[in-house]
């Protein structure tokens, strides 16, 4: 019977290699690959993916915990982490929280992921402390999306949220708007984002910085749906005098917004101006200015950082996580976002 190593000797690799190679992992070159592929079609070698990982102690899973799945950047990221790990010969294991209690403490409070994947990644899922010492504890390499809690040792792919409101809110600045209303997530929210935290503190630091004093009054909050937009623009409205523009912490929100100011009878961008975050699949049917966030990227780079450890055949102990060499690999790798002017936006009546 024909053996890794023998393939390892006909193309003058290594035997991780060769693993590497067979498995279609990222980190062997086109030429490296090309020659294991034809060394093992010459020694007729028919590699087991399920024998291989038991023998290393592996799962060939990764375990990827969202807060919701419906929501669109979840969506987006978890498909772009599916199509890389699918490529790469392993698989996903989903946990949707679902703003479950049960489900997170199962999930992220119990050794419920020990055995059962090789690595995990964390999307836009604040840890509490108990969660954060129960995957300490796991000893797996892992990753962080977007904005929430640090894990010792592991790196976290994500954009500037605080950068991408400011630009947000500068381009509403620059048309010519000063009473700018801001709709931010709900800290009360089962999800318990941070993201809504950094996008506020970008807002308002925008504002001071045109020399004007943010008002408690404009600054609303709710969840990050379109429900949750349609409600906070209803209230704001209720409050008195209108907001002459709507910064929303995220598109489906501004969606939301939108909605509202319609029922109400107002018109978009004539009477008031509305901008989000993400570039949602809809925004660009919907005609809303938005600041693009590359999700699909951040998913796909994550994926690849993650599956660096796991690339070398398994060695006797634990699995050294991501960045274990030094801080620069956990050093937080920030995405670039973009502004989109589209028909949401415009300068104010009175401007």
């Not at 090309?34 to 060939?60: D, I, K, N, W």
């Not at 836009?124 to 390499?141: F, V």
């Not at 907001?243 to 969606?255: G, L, R, V």
């Not at 660096?308 to 995405?335: C, S």
Request: hydrophobic share 45%.
């Amino acid at each position: 019977m024909t053996r890794i190593d023998d393939v390892a000797r006909l193309a003058g690799v290594s035997t991780a290699t060769v693993s590497r190679a067979l498995r279609g992992l990222p980190t062997v070159s086109a030429t490296t690959r090309l020659r294991v592929l034809a060394a093992a079609e010459q020694l007729e070698y028919a590699v087991s993916p399920s024998a291989s990982r038991l023998a290393g102690g592996r799962t060939g899973t990764v375990a990827v915990v969202v807060p919701r799945i419906t929501r669109w950047f979840f969506a987006t990221v978890v498909e772009a982490v599916e199509e890389f790990l699918h490529e790469a010969g392993y698989d996903l294991l989903l946990y949707n929280l679902g703003g479950r209690e049960q489900v997170r403490q199962r999930v992220l409070r119990t050794a419920n992921l020990h055995k059962r994947v090789d690595a995990v990644m964390l999307v836009a899922t604040p840890l509490r402390p108990a969660e954060l010492t129960a995957l300490t504890q796991l000893d797996l390499p892992g990753i962080t999306i977007s904005s929430g809690s640090r894990v010792p040792g592991w790196p976290c792919v994500r954009i500037d949220d605080v950068a991408a409101a400011r630009t947000a809110t500068r381009h509403l600045l620059d048309l010519g708007h000063r009473r700018i209303a801001h709709i931010s997530g709900d800290p009360d929210d089962e999800l318990a984002f941070t993201t809504h935290l950094d996008r506020r503190r970008g807002y308002r630091a925008a504002l001071r910085a045109a020399g004007i004093t943010p008002d408690p009054s404009l600054d609303i909050e709710s969840r990050f749906t379109i429900e949750g937009g349609a409600r906070a623009a209803a209230e704001l409205l209720a409050r008195g005098e209108p907001p002459t523009a709507i910064f929303a912490a995220c598109d489906e929100m501004a969606m939301g917004a939108i909605r509202a100011l319609r029922d109400a009878g107002l018109r978009v961008p004539q009477d008031v101006s509305v901008i989000g975050v993400d570039d949602h699949d809809l925004a660009g049917v919907l005609g809303l200015s938005t600041i693009a966030q590359p999700a699909a990227e951040q998913g796909r780079l994550a994926t690849r950082l993650l599956l660096d450890p796991l690339a070398a055949e398994p060695d006797p102990g634990p699995v050294p996580p991501p960045g274990a060499g030094g801080d620069a690999a956990t050093r937080p790798v920030i995405l670039p976002t973009r502004l989109v002017v589209r028909a949401s936006t415009a300068p104010p009546r009175a401007h």
